[in-house]
């Protein structure tokens, strides 16, 4: 095996293939009338959430209010919707501010396997660029099938070692973008290289902020988006990038990770397509929790559980589960997200984790915080075997009256292999939505959506969400 040094990292480098080559080749080829109808319908599906997610989180969030101020003082060139109020600026700042928007209120889609937000990522990149160049509904498709395609399958040969060091929706998220919008805009394979070699050397994503759950993570998705426009627009005018930028000696593979399953890139690229495996949440928090919540909430239900009855609860989590979400103590709303002990009260004491859940009230309902101290996470070392293949969680509920209630399952609800149905996700929008604009606009919004192939220019694509936003509570 031969391996080369790169700073402190090591990696492969025998039967590497040319990954950048490839994937560029693929996005180029993605045709619409060449996907299968699960491809078509999966995009859709994930365009709805997305939508859904970035319109709350753009008007309810303080996080959301304060990136699109900031995109509203550039007052750049109109051309695509920011959501935070139906006005109009560049593509690259609307990309930023509602990529970064649609982060805040942890409702947004997931790959577990590849560990990447896949919708934050690159959505807003693709909406907004396909606002700007006004392509038609099934120009979009394409491009969000490329797009998740090209995170998903990159971020799966490297998923659980890079991602112990590094945010995989900021970073890897960033080729997505490219992807869909070096398609949006027409670029030939060497362009798309270009346009990937510069994505590649603006990834970044950073875990500091875990430790007390400060706003840059929501800055990920924001940058994820915002470069891929910029890197895909640089080669459309000609400005060149590394054309082997993730499988190079210096390049993205060699210098972030430790590991590299070159095979999950390579494995039936072009006729099997990534964003028929995207996951979406029930829960409004991280998705390292949603296990635990599911199976609280069915031990819960089926045993009719009331708190007091309840003596403990021992959470056994994989290591990476663990260190996310065991927080006993979360100083705020945001930082109860990543709280196993918060998420684990919430679904016992009012059978619900939603966005209710996670506000300065519940916060300090001092029946939650007493509930909280009888929640223990454990770091269970048997479940990292599978991980992230599987997000495996146990929950052992222990009462007063001597019975141990045990709960176990490898995968969330909404995951690709524990699926739900699309019109739950159609009715999560609409209940969403519903919350920022009225009830019968939300309505018109998500059929418009479901039924994207029919859009002829993606500029009219969103009339509800460019009306005036009005005034709401924050969520936060």
């Not at 028929?276 to 998705?287: D, V």
């Not at 260190?323 to 004491?349: C, G, H, R, W």
Request: glycine letters at 8%; proline letters at 4%.
């Amino acid at each position: 095996m031969t391996t080369l040094a790169t700073g402190l990292r090591r990696y492969d480098a025998d039967n590497k293939p040319a990954a950048t080559r490839l994937l560029a080749e693929y996005v180029v080829g993605v045709s619409y009338d060449r996907l299968p109808g699960e491809a078509i319908a999966a995009a859709k599906t994930a365009l709805v959430d997305w939508v859904a997610v970035a319109a709350v989180g753009s008007r309810t969030t303080r996080q959301g209010k304060a990136v699109s101020a900031i995109a509203r003082a550039e007052a750049a060139k109109p051309e695509a919707t920011l959501f935070f109020d139906g006005s109009s600026t560049s593509a690259t700042w609307a990309a930023f501010a509602n990529g970064a928007a649609s982060h805040t209120i942890e409702l947004d889609d997931i790959h577990l396997p590849s560990i990447v937000h896949g919708g934050v990522a690159m959505m807003a990149a693709a909406v907004a660029v396909a606002e700007k160049l006004k392509v038609d509904g099934k120009r979009l498709i394409e491009a969000i099938v490329a797009g998740f395609d090209v995170q998903y399958r990159l971020g799966e040969a490297i998923a659980a070692p890079h991602y112990e060091e590094f945010h995989s929706t900021g970073t890897v998220g960033t080729f997505g973008a490219a992807a869909a919008c070096a398609k949006l805009m027409g670029l030939t394979v060497e362009e798309t290289q270009w346009a990937f070699g510069n994505a590649g050397s603006q990834a970044a994503g950073l875990w500091q902020y875990l430790k007390i759950g400060d706003d840059t993570k929501v800055l990920h998705p924001g940058k994820s988006c915002m470069n891929g426009v910029m890197a895909a627009s640089l080669a459309r005018h000609g400005f060149t990038g590394s054309v082997d930028i993730i499988e190079g000696e210096r390049g993205f593979v060699a210098t972030l990770s430790s590991a590299v399953d070159w095979s999950r890139i390579t494995d039936r690229l072009g006729t099997y397509f990534k964003v028929t495996e995207n996951g979406y949440k029930i829960h409004a928090c991280c998705r390292h929790g949603h296990v635990t919540i599911d199976e609280t909430l069915r031990l819960t239900q089926e045993n009719d559980l009331r708190a007091e009855e309840v003596a403990a609860v021992t959470v056994m989590l994989p290591s990476n589960s663990a260190l996310t979400i065991d927080e006993p103590d979360p100083p705020s709303p945001y930082k109860a997200k990543f709280s196993a002990q918060f998420m684990v009260a919430n679904a016992i004491l009012h059978r619900r984790v939603g966005l209710e859940a996670f506000t300065d009230r519940r916060l300090v309902d001092p029946a939650i915080r007493e509930f909280m101290k009888k929640v223990r996470v454990i770091e269970e070392k048997r479940f990292d075997e599978g991980f992230p293949d599987k997000w495996t969680a146990e929950v052992a509920i222990e009462t007063h009256d001597g019975r141990r209630l045990v709960g176990s399952a490898d995968m969330p609800r909404g995951e690709w292999v524990n699926p739900v149905p699309a019109s739950l996700i159609e009715s999560k929008a609409r209940e969403l939505l519903g919350l920022v604009i009225a009830s019968e606009a939300a309505d018109a919004l998500v059929d418009r959506l479901t039924r994207l192939e029919l859009v002829r220019d993606a500029s009219a694509m969103l009339p509800e969400i460019r009306q005036p936003a009005p005034q709401r509570a924050a969520a936060e």
